[in-house]
């Protein structure tokens, strides 16, 4: 049982480039989701899902797209990336909406240093 | 709205002192409070959550926190540091039912001998 993974751990871009991170989850998990985490900023969200081919919007979303055309799988892309998105991104992931019941499991993070 | 404010981006104590890490939060319901703990180059991992059960909420590595709703406070604390609780601290709100997390902007524990 992996948990949540992430793929790759770390990438450099360089501005306009594009890329997507993987994250993927054995635990059968219906909602997913995404974050960045800055110095000093705490986790910010970015986007999650609440089930396969749904996804939503959270804090800050702006210059990223998501998919989840599978369960487990949970795809963040950036189109043209930019410093701005030089970050740590973690993906997480829960059963179910009710976070009194839930907890939700992290992945080791994706670290994307933009050029 | 909801948010968390933690009150110290770092918290330096020796080995054997107590941990006190602050929170404090606003909700215009109910909340449940979560702490996780980020270790150096790794993801997040829950210490303990309320989840408006029991106020004093037991968590793991001997970490425990009481949820005051009197001052909007769910403050962290562990009797005797260890070396290894160095790590990040962040504290986390949501509302009921309601799966998305915010988070504080952390803190960071530092423990020396």
């Known amino acids: 049982n992996a948990g949540v993974t992430q793929t790759p751990k770390f990438r450099v871009l360089k501005t306009g480039q594009s890329m997507t991170l993987l994250c993927a989850q054995d635990?059968?998990?219906?909602?997913m989701y995404w974050y960045r985490q800055d110095p000093g900023m705490g986790l910010r969200l970015i986007h999650y899902?609440?089930?396969?081919?749904?996804?939503a919007k959270g804090e800050v979303p702006d210059g990223y797209n998501v998919s989840r055309l599978k369960k487990q799988n949970f795809l963040l892309g950036l189109e043209s990336a930019a410093p701005s998105q030089t970050s740590v991104y973690f993906c997480?992931?829960?059963?179910?909406?009710?976070?009194?019941?839930?907890?939700?499991?992290f992945g080791p993070g994706t670290r994307l240093l933009v050029l | 709205a909801q948010s968390v404010t933690q009150l110290g981006s770092h918290v330096s104590v020796s080995e054997g002192a107590l941990v006190l890490l602050r929170c404090n939060y606003s909700?215009?319901?109910?909340?449940?409070l979560f702490w996780y703990v980020q270790y150096p180059n790794q993801g997040l991992q829950l210490l303990l959550k309320?989840?408006?059960?029991?106020?004093l909420v037991k968590g793991i590595n001997g970490f425990e926190a009481e949820f005051k709703k009197s001052e909007t406070s769910f403050h962290l604390t562990k009797p005797s540091a260890h070396m290894s609780d160095a790590a990040e601290y962040f504290c986390a709100v949501s509302s009921t039912g309601y799966s998305t997390l915010t988070f504080g902007k952390g803190t960071m524990l530092l423990v020396s001998p």
């Open positions: 309320y989840t408006s059960a029991a106020t």
């Open positions: 635990m059968n998990h219906e909602y």
């Open positions: 899902s609440v089930g396969e081919g749904t996804t």
């Open positions: 909700s215009s319901v109910p909340p449940y």
């Open positions: 997480a992931s829960s059963y179910s909406r009710d976070s009194s019941q839930e907890t939700q499991y």
